[in-house]
């Protein structure tokens, strides 16, 4: 069973920059395809960003799109979110999940997920 695990949320305040990095265990992580999304107070969970095993495919809401990068380093077994120019609206909880075999139509949908991890909290002040 694959676990994932998230780090580097916080507080910061608008304009400013948090990295987070979700760390996987019990399964192959070089094989998976691996998302980032969002859940604010009230509102439905949304897709952030998505990276093909490879890393060599890239995906991204138009809301971050120029702001955020997703990257990983398979030695590490990590996938990362780089945040940049924040702001008030990017307030909510983050989660990473992992995919296999996804493609293109995929990597935007929550259901097409497997494991999740328990979310890391990024506040964004204005």
């Known amino acids: 069973q694959v676990q994932l695990v998230e780090h580097g949320g916080g507080l910061v305040q608008a304009g400013g920059s948090l990295r987070l990095s979700c760390v996987a265990s019990?399964?192959?992580?070089?094989?998976?395809?691996m998302g980032w999304f969002r859940q604010a107070p009230g509102k439905e969970r949304e897709f952030v960003a998505a990276?093909?095993?490879?890393?060599?495919?890239?995906y991204y809401a138009d809301s971050v799109k120029g702001r955020f990068t997703i990257s990983r380093d398979n030695a590490k077994n990590t996938v990362y979110l780089e945040m940049n120019s924040l702001k008030p609206e990017d307030t909510a909880v983050y989660y990473c999940a992992d995919q296999i075999r996804g493609y293109v139509g995929s990597y935007y949908y929550g259901s097409k997920y497997n494991y999740w991890g328990q979310g890391t909290q990024v506040t964004v002040s204005s």
């Open positions: 990276i093909r095993w490879t890393g060599g495919s890239t």
């Open positions: 019990g399964g192959t992580f070089s094989r998976y395809d």
